[in-house]
């Protein structure tokens, strides 16, 4: 074999690697936290739940939070980027919790409802389902009056709260399918 016969083969092996390791994690990526065998602590977006945020700007986009057009939420901070083509955050905002967490991952948005009443009694509008946790629905949505005085402590929740506009906002973004990343 020639030299420049052996080069040409090594870069088809390369490519050939590199095209099976990019198969590889769009599969396990597209694999649901309940089927995946541990899928939340390999996934990327996992590991970089341990990574450290930008200190001079903690609204900044965590990095290693996936690719593409995504809504990334992290349960620590709270915090919800919407990021489009080219990983150019359009919008981050704050967020209130519900009493379930989702698990960390790569998730998809299952289905949407213009306006409901939450699981707290409250009347909410632009809900963004994402996942579900032990029969629990989970997802974004903007509460459209005050919250009710006495929320009853053992209802669990799922909602994640944003303001109106957020709300809007997500709800304008995230179509059935589009990708939530889940981080610490």
Do not use: C
Request: glycine share 14%; hydrophobic share 40%; aromatic share 6%.
């Amino acid at each position: 074999m020639s030299t420049g016969s052996a080069g040409f083969v090594a870069g088809l092996t390369a490519a050939a690697l590199a095209t099976v390791g990019v198969l590889a994690y769009q599969a396990s990526a597209s694999v649901p936290g309940s089927l995946g065998g541990g899928h939340e602590r390999n996934s990327p977006a996992a590991a970089a739940s341990k990574m450290p945020r930008d200190k001079r700007n903690p609204a900044a986009l965590p990095a290693g939070s996936g690719t593409g057009r995504r809504v990334v939420y992290s349960l620590d901070d709270d915090r919800v980027w919407l990021v489009g083509a080219g990983n150019k955050v359009r919008r981050t905002f704050r967020v209130v919790p519900g009493s379930v967490d989702p698990r960390t991952g790569v998730h998809r948005v299952t289905s949407r409802s213009g306006a409901v009443t939450g699981t707290d009694g409250t009347p909410i509008e632009h809900v963004v389902r994402f996942t579900s946790r032990d029969g629990v629905h989970i997802g974004f949505s903007a509460a459209v009056g005050p919250p009710k005085e006495q929320v009853d402590p053992k209802v669990r929740t799922g909602g994640i709260r944003e303001s109106r506009a957020d709300g809007y906002a997500m709800w304008k973004f995230a179509l059935v399918g589009e990708q939530v990343v889940v981080i610490r």
